[in-house]
């Protein structure tokens, strides 16, 4: 009968366009490594950055780091430096798994996207169309701190899909957010803002969120928030899969990106970094605060963060930021289409953003005042980082991949993250 059961399963995935990935006529192959010379890359000034790394592990800045270089497709620089585990002594591998925390964002625009793209619905349509507990929503206007209780009026407009992918829906994010007025009110309704062990799911997380007041009427304002939490549980009623098995089926498995969990399987949990912090000078596991740091390997395993859940590796994140590359594709697959990739990296929230970067689907975008500033790539280069202190770039003109894991909080003085990225587009050299 298992046999069976599994048969039929394997039958409904092949013949039901909906959940699986389409194939391109184009077919770009999967990350590999190669030298530095081969891709136009100076191998003595890769010298450099790693010297750079080297001496930040060396004057105690950080604990440890797994970093990667790609250019065309091809992995030039790929190091682990350091210790995974404060308590153990363990060094750190390539293979290390990190909490990507907000690097999440980017994953889950993309499943947005795809979904999109089968047509299921409009960028400017109201989330409430599908999570009705968001119609109506609250503004914010008067706050008593004595007993929490507040004072709102109706929103001008109703929240949609893009408000959401662009933090301009006027959702805070509690236990983080800048007001101190919503994160207790955040925190009197049990909002879930990051990830938990506890035994919840994202849909009631969301249904209580939406009876929440906003910080502003929608697409006033930009205001870092739960946006991509709300999509995640959008995802689920979309596509009628849960949330993790819609980006390991549509997602995660076309690319090859085995190591990118939720929830980590057994087998791959010991490869998982302590967060770390530096108490009297020395580093320490972080202990338990507003967060379980033992997330993802314990707990009720039912929560999926679609702003902030995920585990992964340097190289699989390298591999999604591949996909966007190519233009949507890798080794055969569609995951999107490139003129979806050009709407997602244009400027989404006006004057909302200035400066060295513009907002795009859940990416910052280097626009041409910030190649006029120096050392954050090309005009379209995009990016975005993690609270445990992760971050990546990719720079579509020079084909160009910069990730830079580390897993630490509360701590100051580590400057590898902007020395980092200035330092890989000295490298070019052709």
Do not use: C
């Not at 087998?267 to 770390?276: D, E, H, S, T």
């Amino acid at each position: 009968m298992k046999n069976i059961l599994l048969y039929t399963l394997g039958l409904l995935l092949i013949i039901h366009p909906g959940w699986t990935q389409t194939t391109s006529t184009k077919k770009s192959p999967p990350l590999s490594e190669a030298t530095p010379q081969s891709v136009g890359i100076a191998p003595e000034r890769l010298k450099k950055l790693d010297a750079m790394l080297e001496e930040a592990i060396h004057n105690d800045e950080i604990p440890g780091l797994v970093a990667l270089v790609a250019r065309n497709g091809k992995i030039v620089y790929h190091t682990a430096k350091g210790k995974a585990d404060a308590a153990d002594g363990k060094a750190m591998s390539k293979d290390a798994i990190f909490r990507i925390a907000s690097q999440t964002k980017a994953i889950t625009s993309t499943a947005v996207m795809m979904l999109w793209e089968d047509g299921k619905f409009r960028l400017d349509d109201p989330i409430s169309n599908w999570i009705p507990e968001f119609k109506n929503p609250q503004v914010i206007q008067n706050f008593r701190y004595a007993d929490t209780t507040y004072i709102t009026q109706p929103a001008n407009k109703e929240i949609t899909i893009r408000h959401l992918l662009t933090h301009t829906s006027g959702l805070g994010y509690g236990v983080i957010d800048g007001d101190e007025r919503m994160k207790m009110i955040y925190q009197k309704a049990g909002i879930v803002d990051l990830y938990t062990t506890e035994n919840i799911s994202i849909g009631e997380n969301i249904k209580k969120l939406a009876t929440l007041p906003l910080h502003h009427n929608p697409g006033e304002k930009y205001t870092y928030s739960e946006g991509l939490d709300v999509l995640g549980y959008f995802i689920e009623i979309v596509s009628g899969m849960p949330f993790d098995q819609f980006l390991r089926t549509r997602l995660f498995d076309p690319l090859g990106m085995n190591d990118t969990w939720f929830y980590l399987p057994d087998a791959k949990a010991g490869r998982l970094v302590k967060v770390q912090r530096k108490v009297d000078g020395q580093w320490e596991n972080f202990p338990v605060t507003f967060y379980d740091p033992q997330y993802p390997i314990t707990g009720a395993k039912k929560f999926f963060s679609g702003g902030a859940g995920l585990s992964s590796t340097a190289k699989d994140y390298a591999t999604f930021l591949q996909m966007y590359l190519n233009g949507g594709e890798l080794n055969g697959v569609r995951i999107l289409s490139r003129k979806t990739i050009e709407t997602m990296m244009k400027n989404q929230v006006g004057d909302l953003w200035n400066g060295a970067k513009h907002y795009g689907l859940a990416f910052g975008v280097v626009t041409a005042q910030g190649v006029a500033e120096g050392g954050i790539g090309s005009e379209g280069t995009f990016d975005w980082g993690g609270y445990f202190n992760t971050q990546y770039f990719a720079d579509p003109q020079e084909k160009v991949i910069g990730i830079l894991m580390k897993q630490t909080s509360q701590t100051s003085g580590d400057q590898t993250g902007w020395k980092f990225r200035q330092m890989v587009f000295t490298l070019l050299d052709d």
